[in-house]
């Protein structure tokens, strides 16, 4: 691990007159962490791959509005953490890497009002997620919230251009879809999204997503 300073346990190194998270102290001491949204007057915009992996005392994170990205299994396996919520404002987007949160097995809420780019696989087998309160844009990649069992409610809007392979497989409390008005669905939506499938207004058909391997563009619909 590379650094170049640590303060109350974290990590942190300096890219080009930015912080990046890149380790905690373990045990860890705290069950709850709030990063601040600088240190000396420099700002902390990136949570480093592996930052958090597998901290199994954290509980509540909370980060500073400036953050940009989480990266590649930053948050995995921590499966006593339950809450990560960012600051209000800063206005950019967010980018989670692959696996940041998987198998957070007792995370119930992620909570921003930043525009979310995800890779593949960001909250995978996060069983306890209820609440995914945040736009994303793009796509919503391959197994982005595969097997997460408790999710009860997701937006979908404007932002969003595809939806892909097994991206709600096993999904099988989700019952309540925000859509904006261009996002075309009949009664039978949420059962077949639930199966890994989605009505696609475009082709008037279903595409099985789950088994066809199928990424659906959504764009213009």
């Known amino acids: 691990m590379s650094y170049t300073f640590e303060s109350d346990g974290i990590y942190y190194r300096e890219i080009q007159g930015c912080l990046e998270i890149v380790d905690i102290r373990t045990p860890c001491a705290k069950k709850e962490i709030v990063i601040t949204n600088e240190i000396n007057g420099v700002p902390i915009t990136s949570i480093g791959q592996k930052a958090f992996f597998n901290v199994s005392e954290l509980e509540e994170v909370y980060l500073p509005n400036n953050i940009e990205k989480i990266g590649y299994q930053a948050f995995a396996y921590c499966e006593n953490l339950k809450s990560v919520r960012l600051q209000s404002g800063g206005g950019t987007v967010l980018k989670i890497d692959y696996s940041a949160f998987r198998g957070c097995t007792n995370l119930l809420r992620f909570c921003t009002d930043k525009l979310i780019k995800m890779q593949d696989g960001a909250f995978e087998d996060c069983i306890n997620l209820i609440s ?90």
């Not at 392979?165 to 039978?188: I, R, W």
């Open 132 to 221: 995914f309160d945040a736009a994303i844009t793009g796509k919503i990649p391959p197994c982005a919230f595969l097997n997460c069992q408790q999710l009860r409610m997701f937006t979908f809007n404007q932002e969003i251009t595809e939806i892909g392979v097994h991206a709600f497989t096993k999904c099988n409390n989700l019952l309540d879809f925000y859509v904006d008005d261009y996002f075309k669905y009949d009664d039978e939506f949420a059962t077949l999204l639930r199966r890994g499938k989605i009505w696609c207004n475009k082709d008037s058909k279903f595409v099985d997503l789950a088994y066809e391997g199928y990424n659906v563009n959504i764009t213009g619909w």
